[in-house]
T-cell receptor, first 113, second 117 residues
C-alpha cells in the first residue's frame, strides 16, 4: 500500500504564477514531511520540510502547508521560475532513530517561460 | 567535498550476472540508504544502515544484499540479476547533525542506472 501519494504526475505553470504541488499520506504517525527536487540525471536535493506539529513552514519562494486532519500537505512556489522545472517528491518519516523516509511517486513540474 | 559518490554510473548486465554498486560518503554520516527509482513508483527503500556493521531491510529488499564494513561505504549487491531489477539506484546518507527544523535531511548521490537484459 502506498503510504505517501502524489496523485498528479505532472503540472504546467506559467512563469511568475503560483505552483501548487500536493501530497497525501495515510499514516498519522509520521513526524516529519520533506520535499525534494530532482533534475534529470541528478540525485534528489532537499528543498524544505515541516514538522507534524506545525501547519506552515516558509523558506523564500517555497512554502509548505500541512493539514493533519486531512492528511494532506502542499508545496507552494511563488513566483514560479523556469529553473523550478523538475520532479518534486514529498517524503514522510518516523523519528524512530532510523530516519527512514517513505517517498511519494513524484510530480513533474514544468514552468513555461 | 564530494558528498555522496556512486560507482558505476551506468551498467548493463545479463540475466543471472552479479554485480556490486558502491556508495561512498565523505561527510562522516552515520546513516546510509539505498533507494531505487522506477517510473510511476517514486523512490523505494531497498536497504539501509544506521551505523558501521549494521544493515536492515527496507520496503523492497528481495534480490539484494548490502554490507557496511566501513562507515563511509555502503555496498549494494545483486547476486543474480533479473530484468525486474532494471532501475536507477540512488544512495543517500544522513547524520546526527543533518537536521533542518528538526527533520533529518538526506543527501543523495547522482544515481547509478542499471539495465538487466
Amino acid at each position: 500500500d502506498q503510504q505517501v501519494k502524489q496523485n498528479s504526475p505532472s503540472l504546467s505553470v506559467q512563469e511568475g504564477r503560483i505552483s501548487i504541488l500536493n501530497c497525501d499520506y495515510t499514516n498519522s504517525m509520521f513526524d516529519y514531511f520533506l520535499w525534494y527536487k530532482k533534475y534529470p540525471a541528478e540525485g534528489p536535493t532537499f528543498l524544505i520540510s515541516i514538522s507534524s506539529i506545525k501547519d506552515k513552514n516558509e523558506d523564500g519562494r517555497f512554502t509548505v502547508f500541512l493539514n493533519k486532519s486531512a492528511k494532506h500537505l502542499s508545496l507552494h512556489i511563488v513566483p514560479s521560475q523556469p529553473g523550478d522545472s523538475a520532479v518534486y517528491f514529498c517524503a514522510a518519516s518516523f523519528t524512530s532513530g532510523t530516519y527512514k523516509y517513505i517517498f511519494g511517486t513524484g510530480t513533474r513540474l514544468k514552468v513555461l517561460a | 567535498n564530494a558528498g555522496v559518490t556512486q560507482t558505476p554510473k551506468f551498467r548493463v548486465l545479463k540475466t543471472g550476472q552479479s554485480m556490486t554498486l558502491l556508495c561512498a560518503q565523505d561527510m562522516n554520516h552515520e546513516y546510509m540508504y539505498w533507494y531505487r527509482q522506477d517510473p510511476g513508483m517514486g523512490l523505494r527503500l531497498i536497504h539501509y544502515s544506521v551505523g558501521e556493521g549494521t544493515t536492515a531491510k527496507g520496503e523492497v529488499p528481495d534480490g539484494y544484499n548490502v554490507s557496511r564494513l566501513k562507515k563511509q561505504n555502503f555496498l549494494l549487491g545483486l547476486e543474480s540479476a533479473a530484468p525486474s531489477q532494471t532501475s536507477v539506484y540512488f544512495c543517500a546518507s544522513s547524520g546526527r547533525d543533518t537536521f533542518y527544523s528538526g527533520a533529518n535531511v538526506l543527501t543523495f548521490g547522482a544515481g547509478s542506472r542499471l539495465t538487466v537484459l
